[in-house]
């Protein structure tokens, strides 16, 4: 018990090559487009959005707001945690070194599930908006934007936010199209939007009660939760005790935007609930504004997928090579996660990454839909209970960005994320606390009795207060 609770204080020790080290290659610009273009605003809005608005009708918006809300209280944490422990282990990093080694363990291997499952989610609705121009096979045609992915991310990182960035401008347009739209042929008030409502099976209209709409809220906190990977870079901005908040709390700000208006447009201009629940987002663009436009829109989503796909292969990726540098593995599989090609990039862990998110396109969609909630929601957790101990000890004066109300906003999110991870599907529950429950079996066996050789978590010499 004592492992979860004391900070970490283990010497640091070096790479498991001695040398091995990411470069300081871009500024908060760069940072903020590679982490917008990993939360995808459009492949969101377009991909996930349309499931809620089956399940939630015309409560999806307000679903989202709420969700974005608890996501400032998020956003927080990881602002004032990331700068603090400036690591590409991301959560991990934070939480081991402020709530101890197995706190942070199990923090790594949620973030492991959410960074090899969200790829494959996203990529997988590319086939429904390459329709107008060639039919494809919904996993075929993911697995395939992933290896795609996976082959962008071996390049330079730099040359990656210019990529990112081109794609990035194209599924905001395509959001704004939506947007502007939906406002123009809107068939209800804004009372509509929490009005909750959802199509019955009887063919009428059923009401949306508060328990769904918080059921919902792990997939809400999904659809902004790209936001967080800012801290996965802090090892590659310039200055990481500035930038890594400013891009936090910019990109939160943004993706909602992007992704909030476009869902009320949507909302208010369905022609009825029975439309908006079936979730043809794209049948609703072209009935608004004819077959180009659609057309248009579609191709414009089909892309921002595939930029999707390679940010977060390029940040997943990150988090892989950091577990390595770490020695969470056995040090032949430590050597190679830690490998680094010419270009910069840790070729062996984007490939481990990017691989295995292709071949989980052909597994069942509700399935990782639910994992990954249960993830995203109990990585949140355990990151706001090291907020809660951030300001213990050493920690207290260090050189870092601080949240404003603390503590009262990481004990508001415990408890709130605590309700939401009590209401999901219990089958979602037990898969996810199953593979948790392994990867603690293994922190027991091997990395528990080696706790000067192995998850030794670092932090750049260039980083340090």
Do not use: K
């Amino acid at each position: 018990m004592t492992d979860t609770l004391r900070p970490a204080e283990t010497p640091v020790p070096p790479a498991p090559d001695g040398s091995r080290r990411l470069r300081r290659s871009i500024g908060v610009v760069g940072g903020t487009l590679l982490t917008l273009s990993c939360v995808t605003p459009a492949s969101t809005l377009f991909v996930v959005v349309p499931d809620l608005f089956g399940t939630l009708g015309t409560a999806t918006a307000l679903t989202i707001a709420v969700g974005s809300l608890l996501c400032v209280a998020v956003a927080f944490c990881y602002a004032e945690l990331g700068t603090l422990v400036p690591s590409a282990g991301g959560e991990y990093a934070m939480v081991s070194t402020l709530a101890g080694r197995l706190a942070g363990w199990l923090v790594f291997v949620l973030s492991l599930l959410v960074v090899v499952i969200v790829p494959p989610v996203i990529a997988m609705g590319t086939a429904d908006y390459l329709a107008p121009v060639v039919h494809l096979d919904p996993a075929v045609a993911g697995a395939s934007v992933m290896l795609l992915a996976t082959l962008a991310g071996l390049l330079d990182l730099r040359a990656n936010a210019w990529i990112t960035g081109v794609f990035l401008v194209l599924e905001v347009v395509a959001a704004a199209v939506v947007a502007v739209l939906g406002f123009a042929h809107a068939e209800r008030g804004p009372g509509s939007l929490v009005s909750m409502q959802v199509a019955g099976t009887g063919g009428g209209t059923d009401p949306v009660t508060a328990l769904l709409v918080v059921s919902g809220l792990a997939i809400a906190l999904f659809v902004t939760q790209g936001f967080s990977t800012a801290v996965y870079l802090s090892e590659e901005l310039r200055n990481p005790r500035t930038d890594v908040a400013r891009t936090v709390l910019a990109t939160l700000a943004v993706s909602t935007v992007i992704i909030l208006v476009p869902v009320v447009a949507l909302t208010l201009g369905a022609s009825s609930v029975e439309e908006l629940t079936a979730g043809d987002l794209s049948g609703m663009v072209t009935a608004w504004s004819g077959s180009a436009v659609g057309a248009f829109v579609s191709l414009c989503v089909a892309l921002a997928i595939v930029n999707a796909g390679i940010v977060m292969v390029i940040q997943n990726s990150r988090v892989l090579f950091a577990s390595a540098r770490d020695r969470a593995w056995p040090e032949p599989v430590n050597a190679l996660f830690s490998r680094l090609g010419r270009s910069g990039s840790p070729w062996v862990s984007t490939l481990a990454v990017g691989v295995p998110g292709a071949a989980l396109c052909f597994v069942d969609l509700d399935t990782l839909y639910g994992v990954t909630g249960v993830s995203v929601t109990g990585m949140y957790l355990l990151v706001a209970v090291a907020a809660l101990l951030a300001r213990r000890g050493a920690h207290r004066h260090a050189r870092a960005w601080r949240m404003p109300l603390w503590p009262a906003t990481p004990v508001l999110l415990i408890a709130v994320l605590a309700y939401v991870l009590s209401r999901q599907e219990t089958g979602h529950l037990l898969l996810t606390g199953g593979i948790t429950a392994a990867a603690t079996l293994y922190w027991a066996l091997y990395l528990r009795p080696r706790p000067g050789s192995r998850w030794l978590v670092t932090i750049p010499e260039d980083a340090r207060s």
